[in-house]
């Protein structure tokens, strides 16, 4: 793998447990961690209304968040190569920028100064499934391994990228994956009275699910790989999987079972709501 594992940090909780879980990542990937404060100056760019030296203290500040950060990565990963970058700018647009030379953007579920109000709605669902590389969105606190990645899959081919990157992370962590599909019934309001076999509706999702785990086996034979098929609705699924988990894996669109999953939906809630690491993986255009 190439490129380098790109960390947001504005001093918060949030912040700081997206760097360390970048550090990991970027340990285990053998790659750089580049760790980046973004100076929005635009909140304090009233003519009318000027607040003296505040570029000086909004400068300072982003070195001293920089500095700590890079300080606590060279303590708990001494391996890892950190470089550090203070970039003016929009937040959102800073790190959309950085994914050129990203194999990986890291960001804390929610911030303040530099990536001000960072919850959903703002710079993490501005990123998550806009750039060509997985964006890692994290919570702040931590939680026990439980030795598992669980993945959703739908069919698609953003489901697919999914995938690849879950069964690239379990080997990786040398643990257990589940590829969870969530399918439901389809409903035809203008013919109530199709009737369905629910078992052979089963039995079909769950030979659609190995069919797809299968090629990845091959490629992956000491991941300890297992499927499940579940008559539910994604969200809900999914975040209770990801309950025990250490990161949960979503494409940032598909189909079927996962309809119209684009982030705003499917990939939007589970962002909401799971207590986990979540990877928004993009299929590349390439």
């Known amino acids: 793998m190439t490129g380098v594992v790109i960390a947001g940090t504005d001093g918060s909780r949030a912040a700081a447990a997206a760097v360390e879980w970048a550090a990991g990542d970027a340990a285990r990937k053998g790659l750089p961690l580049r760790i980046v404060h973004a100076v929005d100056r635009l ?13 000086d203290q909004l400068d300072r500040a982003g070195r001293r968040i920089l500095e700590e950060a890079g300080q606590a990565v060279r303590e708990t990963h001494p391996a890892v190569h950190v470089t550090t970058a203070l970039i003016e700018g929009n937040p959102s647009r800073v790190l959309r920028q950085e994914a050129g030379n990203a194999a990986e953007i890291v960001v804390g579920s929610r911030g303040h100064g530099g990536f ?16 060509e590389v997985p964006v890692v969105v994290v919570r702040p606190g931590v939680a026990p391994p439980h030795g598992l990645v669980v993945v959703g899959i739908d069919g698609s081919d953003e489901a697919g990228a999914a995938l690849d990157y879950a069964f690239e992370e379990a080997r990786l962590r040398d643990c257990r994956l589940l590829a969870l599909y969530a399918w439901q019934l389809p409903v035809y309001p203008f013919a109530p009275e199709i009737a369905y076999d629910v078992d052979e509706v089963r039995k079909a ?17 000491g991941v300890r ?3 499940r098929a579940v008559c539910s609705h994604p969200v ?9 988990a250490d990161l949960l894996v979503v494409g940032s669109r598909g ?12 990939s939007r809630a589970v962002l909401h709501h799971a207590h986990c690491p979540v990877a928004v993986v993009r299929r590349p255009r390439s």
């Not at 189909?255 to 499917?266: D, E, F, K, N, R």
């Open 255 to 266: 189909h079927g079972a996962v309809g119209s999953a684009v982030l705003g939906s499917v």
């Open 205 to 221: 999702q769950e030979d659609y699910v190995a069919g797809a785990l299968r090629s990845q086996r091959d490629r992956y034979p």
């Open 236 to 244: 809900p699924a999914l975040v209770e999987a990801g309950e025990k």
């Open 225 to 227: 790989a297992e499927m």
């Open 116 to 131: 001000a109000g960072m919850l959903l709605g703002s710079v993490s669902m501005h990123v998550a499934g806009q750039v």
């Open 43 to 55: 909140p304090y760019e009233i003519v009318r209304y000027p607040i003296p030296m505040v570029e």
